[in-house]
């Protein structure tokens, strides 16, 4: 029997919700991309990357929180019944995903010889050259953005109407938001 889902976002949490999405997946990325351009040609400084992941998962995650603080307080609450549980279905779900992505990529390099995920590239890269922000951005910014928008949002909104679209919709809005604006570098 399938449990029942509740999802309690008002109307107006709904818009901001989606107003947050479009400007975090898509605006924001181009405003930032130009924005270190012009750093780097008028002022000769360096930025590096790692910065611009930093302001753009911080000013999410404050949206976030100012845009959607009681569907937040009212989700997270149910977190803070079991701690044990959570944790666990936390470490639980990072292992399955990691052992995911690892079958997958085994599977796509033996079928088609793929190239890395230039995302994760890129991640790896700034990882390494500053650990500490991009821990910060992978720990603490970067979840409560994405599953608050992604799953939260998106996958909220549709799931009351149709289960199997709002896996598809919000799956495939999710992969896009890692990989749109590579696909636009190689233009």
Known sequence: MEKEFNFHMKKGEKAAGFTCLVIHAFILP????????????????DVQEYWFDVGYYASGFLFVLIALNSFLRENFSSLLDDPGATVYAAFLGYTLYLLGNIIVQM???????????????????SAIISPG?????GVCLAPVVE????R?????SIR?????????????VFALYHLWT??????
């Open 182 to 187: 590579y696909f636009l570098l190689d233009f």
């Open 107 to 125: 599977a796509l390099d033996a079928l088609i010889g793929t190239d890395p995920n230039p995302n994760s590239a890129a991640i790896n890269r």
């Open 30 to 45: 181009v405003a930032l991309t130009y924005l270190a351009t012009w750093v780097i040609l008028t002022m000769g400084y």
């Open 133 to 137: 922000p991009m821990l910060a951005v």
């Open 147 to 150: 599953e608050t928008l992604f």
């Open 160 to 172: 009351n109407k149709n289960r199997i679209l709002a896996y598809a919709v919000s799956a495939l």
């Open 152 to 156: 939260g949002v998106l996958f909220g």
